[in-house]
């Protein structure tokens, strides 16, 4: 059998280490792609001039483009026969992936836990990509329910991984020279700095986007992410395929910019659930709530947000049973860097 | 309030300059993504080789990348809470859009005129694209019918501006070093030069483009233009996303290669209107008609150009009532640069 | 009359050369755009590293982005008017195409032979793709329909070229440099090299991939292909748009990566049909079978592939008449290059 199969629940041993195929340059097109698939506008990845006033070299690669070819290339060793993405946790942008850097992805298996129906089980990774200098640009965990190949493979030890329930502010990485002492809020969009927002406050982002099929399936080919279910309305019963989860980060992140404009790099994805699947057809808005906010140096500050994408109206995230409603797409926290 | 609402008429003060957020990078992707989106075959845009022969450095990024970037950034500023976009003039591309080049936008309230109905108001913007340099590429003035948000604020002075009826062909900007000395017309396409094109002459563009979703929403979002009214299929009570109006004029410039293939560059946008909506789905068919000639240098001449867009056959302009049929997308003026 | 009708069977004479209009520079964008556009993961075209590693300056672009360049540039002098496209011979990939190159396109008429209906002919050209040094980069034959336009012109002496039923393989071009000798399995995706192919092995690609319009579209006017059929949903009575067949070679080649990791880069195209036409919302699969081997190197073989994609399930080729099944949408003879 030439073709891969995926690997099942019994395949990983723990403390194991996979080297992900496919190596990939990223450059200008992948950006100019990105920023025709989402309604992206923050500042420094639109403006080499905007960066180059931020300290940088030029302006680097979308932060989630980083992540998303990333996550990309684990999809066959880690997600092909996978039940369902269960979790994100410790998620930390290491380093700026810049036009014409070369990505390749590393994941330890760092949990096992079979379920008690012996069916399948949930397998923790600790992923990080690599640059063509073998530079960390990111690294993450997350835990999937994969199933066996054979029910009557006998179950590994349970591990479960001790996970931070959030990335501290102390742990974030500041991308080296980056400053916004030359702030310029007129060309960023929006006046507010970190110290304008209250934590617990909430910003409705206003717009919403429709979904096509075509947008989807080329966002998630360009990660080289493979999974069935994105691209062929065949592989579901009802016909329809799923998008990929990441497709609505990205796209709940570009609306943001409308409340939040200044919040300009990702620095750390905390934690995160895709609440239900979306479709093609689906309107989606999003809204946001400040958790909490950390001064990282004079100049920077990073802002700890919840960030919601809802199809339709938006609403409680929760039923009195803690099930998140049928409407709420995306449920993520992370750490984003902005003017203090 | 975080996000932004936009500005409504009474927001708008006589020559005020307002600075557009959001600086753009613009580079060999998106050059990519036009030529995706639009069937567009200019050789001076598709070609080094081409360009250079016709003495510039390299191929620009296409004409219409500048004007929808600059577009785009005047959007939240001016025409988020616009009813209707009324018409352009005194378009001038200025200078050469370069891979790597940095645009911003800046514009000058030039006019403002109350609407009787005390509801809304006409607003005249003066539209400058700078690049990295702070040279202009390109300035126009558009004008937009824009909501009060309190219909009892107090109406403005009227000022109308004094337009000229289209750019005069001694005001249009050669590029520098163009020439057309060396010429090909086998690779440009087509034989004719501007010799041979008669005043009141009428090409019917042959082809037509059935339009998708996706692909408008790509087009639109690659410019960050950012009017709901494109993306949000439950915006309107119909269920239908508007298309941005600068798609129509690309398309319908990309398919006037078939009988334009030399009109190598547009040189000035006289006036324009978008005389219906168009939607996903319509078939759109494009006729030129040559309103004038002019010399510009010893190889090169301008052709000023009517360019209508139609969907379904095309037909007569407007009706007995002087109003534009139906089927009529766009009627724009322009000048083109081609070989004399 | 200023629009290009196309040519017409009796507008070809025997050894004619045709000079290809609108020359095309090459870059990134358009790798980023194949990559999204088709789920393309060939190591050698995704990674400069990977490139470098096998002896390369870098990773090209991907072989069928040359071949689609240079096919769309022969679209409006010899597919216009076609009925058909019959057929692929001796086609040779003779150089890399690398970002920036500028491609053009020449076609040698070197068959003729008008139909016994007297009203179409078919027209054999052999295609050659220039870069900017004048250095071919490929090479094929095709052999095409064309309508007459004139049912009574008289008919040309019958010339049929004598084609190879194959490339043989001391003929196929080895990129300068070209070496697997560090070739690494783990990060091209799979473990098979030349050796562990038996000729006449078959192999399931697996996956599928449901087409869309705005796909297609967007792939096809990349390459400058003007062809009316593939845009204009008013131009067939069925209301459909007919899918290039291009998109469907690149689509399959993208798919058999799940099986055929390894088969880095086209060499050769023998032969091709496009079996039946495709149409979005169709779902595509792919399958290969081994036709031969041959040793090239030291370190790189060529494997000679049949690659058959289907709609539907795949089945038999052909029914008991000998004519291809509908669910077949194409059967390509092709040789890669991988690791030996």
């Not at 030439?2 to 990223?26: Q, S």
């Not at 992805?105 to 992923?127: D, F, M, P, Y």
């Not at 999937?144 to 006998?154: I, L």
């Not at 990702?266 to 689906?282: E, K, M, S, T, W």
Request: charged share 20%; with cysteine.
């Amino acid at each position: 059998m030439k073709t891969n199969p995926g690997r099942f629940f019994e395949d990983y041993r723990l403390g194991e280490v996979i080297h992900h195929a496919v190596p990939r340059t990223v450059a200008e097109g992948e950006r100019a792609l990105y920023h025709a698939l989402y309604p992206q506008r923050f500042a420094l990845y639109s403006s080499d001039l905007f960066a180059i006033n931020s300290g940088l070299d030029g302006s680097p690669l979308d932060d989630l483009i980083a992540f998303h070819t990333v996550f990309g290339k684990t999809v066959p060793d880690i997600s092909l026969n996978a039940v369902a993405n269960l979790g994100y946790a410790e998620g930390r942008f290491l380093r700026p992936v810049w036009p014409g850097d070369t990505l390749r992805a590393v994941s330890e298996v760092i949990g096992l836990k079979q379920n008690s129906n012996g069916k399948s089980g949930v397998v923790w990774v600790r992923t990080t990509g690599l640059n063509q200098n073998e530079e960390p640009v990111l690294s993450y965990v997350r835990w999937v329910m994969v199933r066996k190949r054979d029910p009557e493979a006998s179950a590994p030890d349970t591990t479960i991984p001790d996970l931070a329930p959030h990335v501290a502010a102390q742990d974030l990485a500041l991308p080296e020279g980056l400053t916004f002492a030359n702030y310029d809020t007129a060309l960023a969009g929006e006046p507010h700095r970190a110290s304008d927002y209250d934590i617990g406050e909430v910003i409705d982002h206003v717009d919403g986007v429709t979904i096509e099929e075509a947008e989807h399936m080329m966002a998630t080919r360009l990660w080289q992410n493979t999974a069935k279910v994105h691209f062929d309305a065949t592989h579901r019963q009802d016909g329809k395929r799923l998008i990929y989860g990441g497709h609505i980060i990205s796209l709940a992140r570009a609306l943001s910019f409308n409340g939040l404009a200044n919040a300009q790099m990702i620095a750390a994805i905390n934690a995160g659930a895709h609440a239900n699947p979306c479709f093609a057809g689906d309107t989606v808005r999003a809204w946001s709530e400040v958790l909490d906010k950390a001064p990282l140096s004079q100049t920077v500050a990073a802002l700890r947000l919840r960030l919601v994408a809802t199809k339709g109206a938006a609403g409680d995230l929760k039923d009195e049973a803690g099930k998140y409603r049928p409407e709420v797409l995306l449920d993520l926290d992370y750490w984003a860097l902005m003017p203090a």
